[in-house]
């Protein structure tokens, strides 16, 4: 009985194409089993050049700023000199608050005795709510 020498599927007639592979190399019972022939091409392999982008290290340096750029000092004699009229607060750039203390005189006063006493203590904030610089 012959078999296909790749698939090693039955064959009846020696004489056809293997019905499972294509292969017309065959092998019986009765002989010895050989490597299959190989099939050589004159065609060079295909070549392709690849280039990967090396990564790039970049060392950024961010600077924090701890407070303000806005002076400590001049929001305070902003605010006892014209505290009423809310120009402390455009300084520090909370103009809807300052609008506000213009409007109301510095809701009638009292607004900016709270001003006037958070920026003693140092707990008074621009507008991105970063301390005064002392």
């Known amino acids: 009985m012959a078999y296909c020498a790749y698939c090693k599927t039955h064959i009846l007639n020696r004489h056809q194409k293997c019905p499972n592979c ?41 600077e924090r700023t701890l407070s303000s750029q806005k002076s400590w000092v001049a929001a305070l004699i902003l605010c006892l000199l014209f505290g009423v009229w ?18 109301t005189f510095g809701w009638c006063g009292i607004g900016w005795l709270v001003d006037v006493i958070t920026i003693l203590t140092g707990s008074f ?10």
Do not use: C, N, W
């Open 125 to 134: 904030r621009d507008r991105d709510g970063l301390p005064l610089a002392r």
């Open 86 to 103: 809310g120009f402390h607060r455009f300084y520090v750039g909370k103009v809807g608050s300052g609008i506000l203390f213009l409007l």
């Open 22 to 62: 294509g292969s017309t190399v065959f092998l019986t019972d009765d002989e010895p089993a050989r490597a299959p022939d190989m099939v050589y091409t004159t065609q060079q392999p295909e070549v392709r050049t690849v280039y990967v982008e090396k990564p790039v290290v970049q060392t950024v340096y961010v």
